[in-house]
């Protein structure tokens, strides 16, 4: 997404609605909890945290603490989108699926909230502002206007498919951010991403986590190496020893620093 682009939307929105006038306060962002497999074998994370400033603009700011400060305006939804990772083991932001949430509805006094389900949230959020530059067709869907609340309840709800709701990173939210865009808002569109199996040699000892904060632990099968889902994109899982990097019929050891 070209977020120099996106930034413009938002300060000319900005500029329209007065907001030099607002006086904008500091929240600090709370980060989730790591599932235990990734805090056994990865240990204390790194966050590359992303929101929308007072401006209009995307800031990033990066912490190892347990919180971070930030100011942002609360006239419309926000997404607040955090990235774990571990500069020592060389696993950089982007590896891991990211932890997030939505202003104002994560917010709690001066404190947001983020959790993994937000990572999710806040990722189609920046899908949808992306589609908003160049609408696929009509009038852009605005994310900041979305209905955000029915969107949460589907996702904590009983009427997502099985896998999906076990994974919400199972399901391709790049290609239903754009459905949305293209047509509105469909429970139905909320199908698993297609995957296939993939046997990896691999020959460490496990276990393996995946990308997905969701995802269960993985263990080799005597004789037979690893076996991962991978999809049409590169698929990442880790060990306490290195990193495995897989598409569909290749994969990459890469071991971690010494």
């Known amino acids: 997404m070209n977020i120099h682009r996106f930034s413009l939307v938002m300060l000319a929105f900005l500029l329209s609605t007065c907001a030099s006038d607002v006086f904008v306060p500091v929240y600090h962002v709370s980060f989730p909890a790591l599932p235990p497999a990734w805090q ?3 240990g204390h994370p790194h966050w590359r945290v992303t929101w929308i400033g007072p401006e209009g603009n995307w800031e990033t700011a ?15 939804t926000t997404p607040v989108i ?31 909230q983020l959790s993994w389900r937000g990572g999710v949230e806040a990722l189609v959020y920046l899908e949808l502002a992306a589609h908003a530059e ?31 709701r076990q994974d919400l990173w199972s399901a391709d939210w790049k290609g239903i951010s754009l459905k949305i865009a293209q047509g ?3 429970r139905r569109r909320i199908v698993p991403q297609s995957k296939e199996a993939l046997q990896v040699p691999v020959g460490c000892r496990g276990p ?3 990308s997905s904060p969701f995802g269960e632990p993985l263990y080799e099968e005597a004789g037979k190496g690893l076996q991962v ?21 290749a994969w990459m050891w890469i071991p971690f620093p010494e």
């Open 40 to 42: 056994a074998i990865l």
């Open 62 to 76: 990066e912490t190892e603490q347990s919180l971070l400060p930030i100011r942002l305006l609360s006239e419309w």
């Open 82 to 112: 955090a990235y774990p990772y571990w500069p020592q083991k060389g696993v950089l932001p982007d590896t891991l699926r990211p932890g997030g949430g939505l202003f104002p509805f994560d917010r709690e006094g001066d404190r947001i």
């Open 134 to 164: 160049s609408p696929p067709k009509g009038t852009p869907r605005l994310p900041q206007y979305f209905n955000w609340p029915r969107f949460r309840a589907l996702l904590e709800g009983p009427d997502l498919r099985e896998e999906v």
């Open 184 to 186: 509105g808002f469909d």
């Open 208 to 210: 393996w986590i995946g």
């Open 229 to 249: 889902q991978v999809s049409g994109t590169v698929d990442t899982y880790l060990s306490s020893e290195g990193m495995l990097r897989c598409t569909q019929g």
